[in-house]
């Protein structure tokens, strides 16, 4: 587990999960230009986060978007098989989820525990959606709430930071998943 905290190694690695993403949207999103040129600023901004390691929460935030919607789109789009989706799932969120572990400075042995079971609650998650007739940018999009609710956990409880409250991040992402969820187009994937 030592090659976790290589900061060469988590450099690449961060960057090959941001490329795949922003590659798998453009790859669906083609026709929408601007969306594409959005995503793509977004991700220039994160890659030049990723290298300076800074701001971890934007990072976090930006990785399980666009990994979320590549797993979505390898799910609908290219009919990948499940099993093998659930398990980039519990690899990419499992990996980010250290990522953001260690930038924030957690300590201590139950750290495996709740890793284990935030990479769970998103891939529960990502399936319970995957029933939702909503676009895969909505559900990707509350994916990415559920993963801001795993930083917040993190930071104001595991690490017992004082200048928040964790109540602030449950009706935060609260109220960003229901807004999502009534403002989604219901009814097709498109």
């Given at each position: 587990?030592?090659?976790?905290y290589s900061h060469k190694f988590r450099k690449i690695t961060l960057?090959?999960?941001?490329?795949?993403?922003?590659?798998?949207?453009?790859?669906?999103?083609?026709?929408?230009?601007?969306?594409?040129?959005?995503?793509?600023?977004?991700?220039?901004?994160?890659?030049?986060?990723?290298?300076?390691?800074?701001?971890?929460?934007?990072?976090?935030?930006?990785?399980?978007?666009?990994?979320?919607?590549?797993?979505?789109?390898?799910?609908?789009?290219?009919?990948?098989?499940?099993?093998l989706v659930m398990l980039g799932i519990l690899i990419v969120f499992?990996?980010?989820?250290?990522?953001?572990?260690?930038?924030?400075?957690?300590?201590?042995?139950?750290?495996?525990?709740?890793?284990?079971?935030?990479?769970?609650?998103?891939?529960?998650?990502?399936?319970?959606?995957?029933?939702?007739?909503?676009?895969?940018?909505?559900?990707?999009?509350?994916?990415?709430?559920?993963?801001?609710?795993?930083?917040?956990?993190?930071?104001?409880?595991?690490?017992?930071?004082?200048?928040?409250?964790?109540?602030?991040?449950?009706?935060?992402?609260?109220?960003?998943?229901?807004?999502?969820?009534?403002?989604?187009?219901?009814?097709?994937l498109v």
């Open positions: 587990m030592a090659f976790l960057t090959l999960i941001l490329l795949w993403g922003l590659f798998s949207f453009y790859l669906i999103n083609k026709e929408s230009w601007l969306i594409v040129s959005l995503m793509f600023l977004l991700s220039l901004l994160g890659l030049a986060f990723i290298y300076l390691e800074t701001s971890v929460i934007f990072l976090l935030l930006l990785l399980s978007f666009t990994s979320a919607y590549a797993f979505y789109i390898f799910l609908f789009q290219f009919s990948l098989p499940s099993w499992g990996y980010l989820f250290t990522y953001t572990e260690q930038k924030i400075g957690i300590l201590g042995n139950k750290r495996l525990i709740y890793l284990v079971v935030f990479s769970l609650l998103i891939l529960e998650v990502f399936l319970a959606l995957s029933y939702f007739l909503i676009n895969p940018i909505s559900q990707s999009l509350i994916i990415t709430a559920i993963s801001y609710l795993f930083v917040g956990f993190c930071y104001t409880v595991l690490a017992k930071h004082t200048d928040n409250r964790f109540i602030t991040y449950i009706l935060m992402t609260a109220l960003v998943t229901v807004s999502i969820l009534l403002g989604s187009h219901w009814g097709g």
